[in-house]
């Protein structure tokens, strides 16, 4: 492999690693803003079961 090759492909690895980070961070936070208001996981998958159903 190039150096070029190798260094588009850390590239990418570093920007979904980046994006994978990102989301995660935004489920956590939205897990605490939920047990924060008082929401249990019990309540949110029949809101996800209502609003897919």
Partial sequence: MSPMQ????????????????????GAAALAVALALAGYTL?????????VAG
């Fill in 6 to 25: 190798d260094h588009f492909l850390r590239r990418e690895s570093l920007a979904l690693l980046s994006v994978a980070l990102v989301l995660l961070a």
């Fill in 42 to 50: 019990a309540d949110v998958a029949a809101w996800f079961v209502k």
